[in-house]
């Protein structure tokens, strides 16, 4: 009974090629969000959608497309990786105007390009 | 712009000892605090939270902390620490349906 799942959970990949990552959440929530760790472990906004409407855009290479089917689903997809892609990606989830804006975190797939 | 500072990347204490791990934030709003907890290799957990109903606010493993307005800050706090505390930290912000701001992160070392 996972809240929010993520796969897969490890990614090692060359330089160039597409990939994607999927998020699904069980919690009825209908805001979800992708955030990228680096490997200063420094967290940092990419992508939210509510209701699959893309809400958050923060400053992410066109490479990087997230896609919403639906409100329990968001997925990542990435296009020509590069090195500097590597890192750990966490998607999460709320409730749209349900205080206290308290995102779920799922466990995280963590990307390598090599 | 909501922002978060953690003061101090890195934090030891002894098995036992109190643990202060400091946050303070930017906001010209009443922001949401959270602090979230992340174990190697592992996703976010949230420990505790600030929505402006008590200044004290009480999360799980023991650990709390303390809104206060006039210092803009949120330190997070536990009277004992225990070795399984050992993990990496962090302070984040919001000011609705928005984004979380983190901060840079504190990590926990304890010291048997």
């Known amino acids: 009974d996972t809240a929010v799942s993520q796969t897969p959970k490890y990614l090692v990949t060359q330089m160039g090629n597409d990939k994607s990552i999927k998020c699904e959440q069980n919690?009825?929530?209908?805001?979800m969000y992708w955030y990228k760790q680096d490997s200063k472990k420094f967290l940092k906004i990419m992508f939210s959608?509510?209701?699959?409407?893309?809400?958050i855009n923060e400053t992410v290479p066109n490479r990087f497309s997230p896609k919403s089917p639906d409100k329990a689903h968001l997925n990542l997809h990435i296009n020509s990786l590069e090195l500097g892609d590597s890192a750990v990606y966490f998607c999460a989830s709320s409730q749209w105007w349900d205080t206290p804006y308290e995102q779920y975190f799922g466990p995280g797939t963590r990307l390598t390009v090599t | 712009a909501q922002s978060v500072t953690q003061l101090g990347s890195h934090v030891s204490v002894s098995e036992g000892a109190l643990v202060l791990l400091r946050c303070n934030y930017s906001s010209s709003v009443p922001p949401y605090l959270f602090w979230y907890v992340q174990y190697p290799n592992q996703g976010l957990q949230l420990l505790l939270k600030?929505?402006?109903?008590?200044?004290l606010v009480k999360g799980i493993n023991g650990f709390e902390a303390e809104f206060k307005k006039s210092e803009t800050s949120f330190h997070l706090t536990k009277p004992s620490a225990h070795m399984s505390d050992a993990a990496e930290y962090f302070c984040?912000?919001?000011?609705?349906?928005?984004?979380?701001?983190f901060g840079t992160g504190t990590r926990l070392t304890i010291i048997p």
């Open positions: 959608y509510n209701n699959k409407e893309l809400i």
């Open positions: 984040a912000v919001t000011f609705g349906n928005e984004k979380l701001t």
């Open positions: 919690l009825g929530h209908d805001t």
């Open positions: 600030y929505t402006s109903a008590a200044t």
